[in-house]
């Protein structure tokens, strides 16, 4: 199975500059610095890299959004990776921080920016420190600082922790958080490309995103693009977690089954139990039905099945979960993580969580479960950001494909009425 991101993930002292340098590391800059930054630009909108963070907007036309003539120009990464079910940005932070760097570097040319930050989620201290002595090594051999390697390329990197705040995964509320405010969405328009970071232009992508460059400059647009699907180019990092024997980050090619993913690498369901549901990118996206297992792993697939690829979370769940459970803990944390700033989402995910924990506790009415549908119905694309829209996804869908659930608890209620 090819392997872009972690071929070498797991190679002892990765993390170090000598090392990564004797695996290939810092190569794809030459190559680069070779070309003209528009022509990466083109390099990387025909290697058909999509953002990895969860929209799946494609890369290098984000990069060709930038406002014209325009300087300064910022880069944030986004490394506030703090969707539930996810961690693959962390193991590449972790293991292979120079990868990153190497990618923000070549990504910095092609857009003619000269400073970079890292926003790490609040939690990602160790993440943050490994970043800060990988950035020193890369300035003392001269990737970072003024004219890296003659190119005419000044750049300079920063890494931020964040508060720990959910919302600031959000691109407009990273951005604000970096600037030292409140950490919540912004309207748009305008959008970062055009006024972004105090104001000015700025490129934002997951860090994922940023670590598929390198490899794109030194094996070319052409072999990115003959991986995976027509319209889901190129390899995708997995965060498999729930009920199987060997949750882990995989690397898939996208277009793989998901029954591939669930019963192959992450080793099966534990207990040899049967498949109930599964969620495939996050706690923001539908749940799905078992039979809906063998659906190709890729954007477009996903979401002709009902969903969405997401964060490239996977979480499994065997038949011994009742779905309203899982559903009222993944809406807990959509109360607990709500800025507050508009009316639907603030409101509406306290609402809901109040119902659902109702129903489980065997206090709920079909007339709640009306009520529940409404309270989807008046978030969804109502709220300021998608945050909202989030919080409706493992409501709504858990409604319409598991009400069996939901009745189950219901009757439940009746006959402890009744034995009273």
């Not at 009902?306 to 490239?312: F, Q």
Request: aromatic share 8%; glycine share 10%.
């Amino acid at each position: 199975m090819t392997q872009i991101l972690f071929k070498n993930i797991d190679m002892k002292g990765l993390t170090s500059i000598d090392v990564y340098e004797k695996q290939g590391g810092y190569q794809s800059l030459k190559k680069a610095f070779a070309k003209k930054p528009e022509e990466i630009v083109e390099m990387v909108k025909a290697s058909g890299l999509r953002g990895r963070g969860g929209a799946g907007f494609p890369a290098g036309l984000k990069w060709s959004f930038l406002a014209k003539d325009v300087f300064p120009r910022y880069l944030a990464c986004n490394a506030d990776e703090s969707e539930p079910g996810t961690c693959k940005d962390r193991e590449l932070l972790e293991k292979t921080p120079h990868l990153l760097i190497e990618g923000i570097i070549v990504t910095c040319f092609a857009c003619r920016i000269e400073t970079g930050y890292i926003y790490y989620r609040g939690e990602f201290q160790h993440a943050s420190d490994l970043m800060d002595k990988a950035i020193e090594e890369a300035h003392k051999k001269g990737y970072l600082g003024k004219n890296i390697m003659g190119s005419g390329l000044d750049l300079d990197l920063y890494t931020h922790l964040g508060a720990g705040a959910y919302i600031c995964g959000e691109e407009s509320a990273l951005l604000n958080s970096l600037e030292g405010r409140r950490g919540e969405p912004r309207l748009k328009p305008p959008f970062p490309a055009v006024e972004g970071l105090y104001g000015k232009p700025t490129v934002i992508n997951n860090v994922e995103t940023l670590c598929v460059v390198p490899w794109i400059i030194n094996e070319g647009a052409e072999k990115h693009a003959a991986l995976g699907t027509e319209k889901s180019k190129g390899t995708k990092l997995v965060s498999v977690s729930g009920h199987v024997k060997k949750p882990g980050n995989y690397e898939i090619v996208l277009g793989t089954p998901t029954s591939e993913l669930i019963f192959n690498l992450a080793g099966g369901i534990r207990g040899d139990n049967k498949l109930k549901a599964f969620i495939p990118g996050g706690s923001s996206a539908n749940i799905l039905t078992a039979d809906k297992v063998d659906v190709p792993y890729d954007y477009e697939a996903i979401a002709e099945a009902g969903s969405m690829l997401g964060s490239g979370a996977l979480i499994v769940m065997d038949h011994t979960v009742n779905i309203v459970e899982a559903a009222l803990r993944m809406t807990y944390f959509y109360m607990h993580e709500s800025c507050g700033k508009c009316t639907p989402c603030r409101e509406g995910t306290r609402w809901m969580y109040q119902i659902l924990s109702d129903i489980q506790d065997g206090k709920g009415s079909n007339k709640q479960i009306e009520k529940l549908e409404d309270i989807c119905d008046n978030m969804s694309f109502k709220c300021f950001c998608a945050l909202g829209d989030a919080a409706v996804a493992p409501v709504a869908s858990s409604i319409m494909h598991f009400r069996s659930d939901y009745d189950e608890l219901l009757k439940k209620m009746e006959g402890d009425t009744v034995t009273a």
